[in-house]
Structures are given as C-alpha cells and as structure tokens.
C-alpha cells in the first residue's frame, strides 16, 4: 500500500523559507501524481504543486497563486518530493499535505486517495 509521510514544516517569520519532503513509498506503477495540497483553518483545501511521473519523464505545475515563490522538485532515488517555499507570507499559513494518486490525473485534492499526516507550517511575525 501506497504511504507518504511529510516533514519540514515549522515557524518562520514573512520573508523566510521552508522546504518541505514527502517520503513516499509501496508505489507499484511510475503512473502517478504526487501533489501538495494546503489547508488552513475555514479554508478550502487548495492544490499548491503537483509532479506527475509519468513513464516518459516527471512533469511539474505550481499553482499561479504560489509560483514566483514556490518550488517543486524531486530526488527520485530518495523516492522524495520536495516543496521549497520562500518569500513566505502569513496567507501561507496552513497545514501541508502530501497526497498520491495511481494513474493519469493529476486533478483536484478529491481524486487523491494517498495521504500524508500533513505537516503545520505557521508564518507570523
């Protein structure tokens, strides 16, 4: 079975950086999305970055909101998803979750079924 697990997140000031990992594993096809979602309190859950992996290579979107700031990469060999965050804002603020899905789509947070514990990251002054 698919598990992802999430670390990096903490406390930061505006202006700081972050880079969070998702460790994931019990992968059974390189068909896949491995996606960032992020939830604060009262707020819908919002797709921050998603890389596809696909059979022909890895193909990376950030969402238009967070991409001058945030980035989103891999170490495959570490089978590891990385989120580097910087320039961060209070509006940042959330609960950050790793999230899996077997196929082709890489789509909204409700067609994921793999999830990670979810990791805080909190930006205040």
């Known amino acids: 079975q698919v598990q992802l697990a999430e670390s990096g997140g903490g406390s930061v000031q505006p202006g700081g950086s972050l880079r969070l990992a998702c460790v994931a594993s019990g992968f059974s096809t390189n068909n896949k999305c491995v996606a960032w979602f992020r939830q604060a309190p009262g707020n819908e859950r919002e797709g921050v970055a998603y890389a596809y992996f696909g059979s022909g290579g890895v193909s990376t979107y950030v969402a238009d909101s967070v991409r001058a700031r945030f980035t989103i990469s891999q170490d495959n060999a570490k089978n590891t998803l990385y989120l580097q965050m910087n320039s961060l804002k209070p509006e940042d603020t959330a609960v950050y979750y790793c999230?899996?899905?077997?196929?082709?789509?890489?789509?909204?947070?409700?067609?994921?079924?793999?999830w990670g514990q979810g990791t805080q990251v909190t930006v205040s002054s």
């Open positions: 999230a899996a899905v077997i196929g082709w789509i890489c789509g909204a947070w409700t067609e994921y079924n793999y």
